[in-house]
């Protein structure tokens, strides 16, 4: 099992969680089962992934046939950018809700802070929106707030925000994002991002831990290919090798090493078990400073779609 880091909220969180963005569409019930019997307790989806009716069923199913209850999981979803008006956060939450099955979420995010005009059913279609919308990130954030008031998600934070982002919201709000879910991993660790986080008591956590190998990605998003295969790379190779691990889990101690939540998505029963199991060894100075070279400063999520936005979040340094 995960350990888990406390939020800012006081809630705990396991620090591994189970991403399920890529899981192939017909997998997601079967994955999600098999995660929970492995010992996940954090499941991370989002309302564009479309997979919440999938997740919602797997859930009650298993917490009917076991003794696993409501409280053993922590279950994080995710705003789209095209309800981030005021108005529109509470019905978003709730249809997610509604899809997941539950009465709360664990933690609510924000997926972007590029809101969008919203388009017909881009859930269904899984279509991305094509018009900016301009709206206060405060008042996106002053509505995220009231769904914990409300009782709807114990902790609230947000995706893709820039350190000048997080200032902006944090300014005057009620309630600080307990994280910022980033792309990092060893060859973009965002080391000033994560200092500066850690300066306002705000979880880094990690997407895209592994770097996310074979992941082409639409167009749209503009994934840009990376020049290698972080679980190929001979540094990397070599560390596993002395500690009769995996390169993955190599890459993910490294991660959680340095206190940051990861969410590696795999649904290949020996990679899902493998990726739970990092917290029985642990990297020594050196190793972890040999992990640091790798980094090149690249990320390879660019969202190139939205860039034209005003809160498009990476023309900033960190
Ligand atoms: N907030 C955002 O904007 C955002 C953006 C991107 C992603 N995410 C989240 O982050 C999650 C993970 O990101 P990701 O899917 O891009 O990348 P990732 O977790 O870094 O990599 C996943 C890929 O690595 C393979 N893999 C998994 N475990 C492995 C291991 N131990 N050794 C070798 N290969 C392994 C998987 O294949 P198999 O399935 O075959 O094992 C899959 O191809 C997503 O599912 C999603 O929940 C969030």
């Known amino acids: ?37 492995m010992g996940y307790r954090h499941i991370d989806t989002a309302a564009y992934y479309g997979n919440e009716i999938a997740i919602g069923k797997a859930l009650q199913e298993h917490m009917e046939s076991t003794d696993l209850g409501r409280e053993d999981v922590f279950i994080a979803t995710k705003l789209f950018q095209t309800f981030m008006t005021g108005h529109a956060v509470e019905p978003a939450l709730d249809e997610s809700l509604r899809r997941l099955r539950l009465d ?26 094509r018009e900016n919308l301009s709206v206060d990130l405060r008042e996106t954030w002053k509505a995220m707030e009231e769904m914990v008031y409300k009782g709807k998600t114990r902790s609230i934070g947000v995706c893709n925000f820039n350190s000048k982002q997080l200032d902006y919201i944090c300014e005057g709000a009620r309630i600080l994002p307990v994280v910022n879910q980033v792309e990092v991993h060893a060859r973009f660790p965002q080391k000033k991002l994560h200092e500066f986080c ?35 790379n001979p540094i990397i190779v070599d560390i596993a090798e002395k500690y ?42 050196e190793e972890m400073e040999k992990i ?16 034209t936005h005003p809160e498009y979040p990476f023309n900033e340094e960190f």
């Open 104 to 129: 709360y979420v664990d933690m609510f995010l924000v997926h972007f802070p590029c809101s969008m005009k919203n388009d017909d059913a881009y859930c269904e279609k899984q279509t991305i929106p």
């Open 198 to 232: 850690k300066s306002r008591n705000i979880l880094l956590e990690a997407f895209s831990p592994l770097g996310s190998p074979h992941f082409k990605g639409p167009a749209e998003i503009n994934v840009v290919q990376s020049s290698d295969n972080l679980v190929e």
């Open 244 to 285: 009769k691990r995996t390169p993955g889990q190599i890459l993910l101690r490294n991660l959680v090493q340095r206190g940051i939540v990861v969410i590696p998505k795999s649904e290949n029963p020996k990679r899902m078990k493998d990726n739970l199991q990092i917290f029985s060894f642990s990297l020594s100075n």
């Open 292 to 307: 640091d070279k790798l980094d090149n400063g690249k990320r390879r999520f660019i969202f190139s779609w939205f860039s």
């Open 1 to 37: 099992m995960a350990y888990r880091l406390t939020l800012n909220s006081g809630h705990l969180i396991p620090q591994v969680a189970l991403g399920t963005s890529r899981i192939s569409k017909d997998n997601v019930e079967v994955c999600i089962n098999r995660a929970l019997e």
